[in-house]
């Protein structure tokens, strides 16, 4: 159900999204973690850590993958995408901080398979704001958030590595 909450603690959601990717992953051979650029990076590293995952973590940059590439142009804040672990026969975990339109996650997924050809890619996000323009849901997901369409949430990361997230 929804929440029209403004208020987000987000390091109560993230912990409910690491007991949720914990107990998803448990028992499972070969996981990985990969974070999209940049709030879902932030998440991975953390999750990575957080679950012993550090030397299964990569993080890529959906930006040239985008079907809006024409539409939207360059970002001026590409990261390289970097995925030092081998991609075939995996148990991903692609991370993104807010899943909206799944355009993003769309794009993550063609950039996994450009690595190999994982066993299994399984969506996390902190948030769900709705709004699909394609078939994709998450199988971690810590909250859902209705907002207006001039709405977006926005996690930002702290000095000390805390989350905050914002409506704008």
């Given at each position: 159900?929804?929440?029209?909450?403004?208020?987000?603690?987000?390091?109560?959601?993230?912990?409910?999204?690491?007991?949720?990717?914990?107990?998803?992953?448990?028992?499972v051979?070969?996981?990985?973690?990969v974070?999209?650029?940049?709030?879902?990076?932030?998440?991975?590293?953390?999750?990575?850590?957080?679950?012993?995952?550090?030397?299964?973590?990569?993080?890529?940059?959906?930006?040239?993958?985008?079907?809006?590439?024409?539409?939207?142009?360059?970002?001026?804040?590409?990261?390289?995408?970097?995925?030092?672990?081998?991609?075939?026969?995996?148990?991903?975990?692609?991370?993104?901080?807010?899943?909206?339109?799944?355009?993003t996650?769309?794009?993550?997924?063609?950039?996994?398979f450009d690595f190999?050809?994982?066993?299994?890619?399984?969506?996390?996000?902190?948030?769900?704001?709705?709004?699909?323009?394609?078939?994709?849901?998450?199988?971690?997901?810590?909250?859902?958030?209705?907002?207006?369409?001039?709405?977006?949430?926005?996690?930002?990361?702290?000095?000390?590595?805390?989350?905050?997230?914002?409506?704008?």
């Amino acid at each position: 159900m929804p929440t029209t909450t403004k208020n987000f603690d987000a390091e109560a959601l993230y912990q409910v999204l690491l007991g949720q990717v914990r107990s998803g992953l448990a028992g499972v051979p070969d996981a990985a973690i990969v974070g999209i650029h940049s709030g879902g990076a932030w998440l991975a590293e953390r999750l990575a850590r957080d679950l012993g995952l550090q030397q299964r973590l990569g993080f890529i940059d959906v930006s040239f993958y985008r079907d809006d590439y024409a539409k939207k142009g360059l970002h001026p804040d590409v990261k390289p995408t970097n995925i030092g672990f081998n991609v075939d026969r995996a148990n991903v975990v692609l991370v993104d901080d807010v899943l909206a339109t799944g355009r993003t996650t769309r794009a993550a997924i063609n950039v996994l398979f450009d690595f190999g050809r994982p066993a299994r890619i399984m969506l996390a996000a902190l948030a769900d704001r709705g709004g699909r323009e394609l078939p994709v849901a998450a199988d971690f997901v810590a909250t859902h958030a209705a907002l207006e369409s001039d709405q977006s949430l926005v996690l930002a990361r702290a000095q000390d590595g805390q989350f905050t997230l914002t409506i704008e």
